[in-house]
Every structure is written in C-alpha cells, then in structure tokens.
T-cell receptor, first 114, second 112 residues
Framework: DAMVIQNPRYQVTQFGKPVTLSCSQTLNHNVMYWYQQKSSQAPKLLFHYYDKDFNNEADTPDNFQSRRPNTSFCFLDIRSPGLGDAAMYLCATLAGGPGYNEQFFGPGTRLTVL | GDSVTQMEGPVTLSEEAFLTINCTYTATGYPSLFWYVQYPGEGLQLLLK?????DKGSNKGFEATYRKETTSFHLEKGSVQVSDSAVYFC???????????FGAGTRLTVKP
C-alpha cells in the first residue's frame, strides 16, 4: 500500500545532542511537510518542500533544518534539542497542483529530550 | 488570512449518543474542507472531506456538509462508539494553495 513512513516512531535524545528524524513516502507526491505537534494541539507547520524548493515558516527556529535528497525521502534535523522541543513530529505529503490538496500523514515520531 | 474555528473540548459522551462538533471557517475563494482524526499516539488520518458547496463527506458513520452560506462544516455521527474516542481536527485548504489550516482540535471521549 502507498503510504508515508516515519522512523523511528519513538526517539530519545539528550539536551543539546543533534537528532535526525526520517520520513519516506511511496506516493510519489511532490510536496512534503514537517509539522510539530504538542499535547494534541493543532499541528504547527515547520517547513515544506515543493519538489526541491524549500519553504520555511517565518517562526520556525533556526535550530530546525530539513533535507530532501530525493522525491521519496525527507529529513528533519534538530541541531541542539532543548526541553521545549519534546513533541510529536509529523510528516505529511501532498500530490500538489490545483485541486489536489489533501495531505497524507505519517504515524509520527515522538521525541523525548532528557 | 484563512482560518478555522472549531468547538472547544473536551467532549464526553455515552456510547450510542449523538455527536456534533462544530467547525466554521474564514477563507477567500472556495476552499476544500476536511476532518482529520487522531487516535492516541498516532498521526492524523483523513476522516472525510468536501471540495465544494453542498458536498457531503461521509465515512465510518460520520458526516459533514459543506455549507457556504454559514461557512460551516460541522461533524456529526448518530451513534458514537467507545472506539471513536480520539481528537478531531477540522481543516481547510485553498484550491490553489498547498497549505492547510487546522482548527485547535476537539478531544472526544466516549464512555461505555
């Protein structure tokens, strides 16, 4: 089945220790998103890629970076995690183009910062 | 800018009760409207959607009708089950825009 996969599902890191979260998709969608979600609040968009074009939200901290080496994969790098970065991180994809605006979400990675 | 306002939670119901979660939106043009559901520890799953006025989305006994005149997309289910306990998000996306706007989410708990 075509899907969005996130690894790992649970990640524990130490304060200040860099961490990378992974997302892959078999949908061949043009657009990939990273969201941060705390305590079942609405997901907060961090950034997205439309193909190779990177779009950063204005209030996304510099501590968060992303890479998209190819259509299928997208990574979220947190350079120096703080306690406030503990959250669920959701990856989503979108086919792109007018009328194709349903986002498909992965299961999420829950990040714990010790 | 575009935005979504949904009913504050939490909502607690007994099994087989009727459910309504209100959602209203503000948008220019003709957005698509969505309800996503999030079960504990999981990502968001699309529950239903509607892409134009008067469309009714339905899935798993849930329904929502796109009402342009009242800018609403209320979620309803006639008889909830314990397994429906989750957080529900109303969302919109403009026709030619890749961004999605989410409501704050409504936590539903269904008791046996």
């Amino acid at each position: 089945d075509a899907m969005v996969i996130q690894n790992p599902r649970y990640q524990v890191t130490q304060f200040g220790k860099p961490v990378t979260l992974s997302c892959s998709q078999t949908l061949n969608h043009n657009v990939m998103y990273w969201y941060q979600q705390k305590s079942s609040q609405a997901p907060k968009l961090l950034f997205h890629y439309y193909d190779k074009d990177f779009n950063n939200e204005a209030d996304t901290p510099d501590n968060f970076q992303s890479r998209r080496p190819n259509t299928s994969f997208c990574f979220l790098d947190i350079r120096s995690p703080g306690l406030g970065d503990a959250a669920m991180y959701l990856c989503a994809t979108l086919a792109g183009g007018p009328g194709y605006n349903e986002q498909f979400f992965g299961p999420g990675t829950r990040l714990t910062v010790l | 800018g575009d935005s979504v306002t949904q009913m504050e939670g939490p909502v607690t119901l007994s099994e087989e009760a009727f459910l309504t979660i209100n959602c209203t939106y503000t948008a220019t043009g003709y957005p698509s409207l969505f309800w996503y559901v999030q079960y504990p520890g999981e990502g968001l799953q699309l529950l239903l959607k509607a892409t134009k006025a008067d469309d009714k989305g339905s899935n798993k006994g849930f329904e929502a009708t796109y009402r342009k005149e009242t800018t609403s997309f209320h979620l309803e289910k006639g008889s909830v089950q314990v397994s429906d306990s989750a957080v529900y998000f109303c969302a919109l996306s403009a026709y030619n825009n890749n961004d999605m706007r989410f409501g704050a989410g409504t936590r539903l708990t269904v008791k046996p």
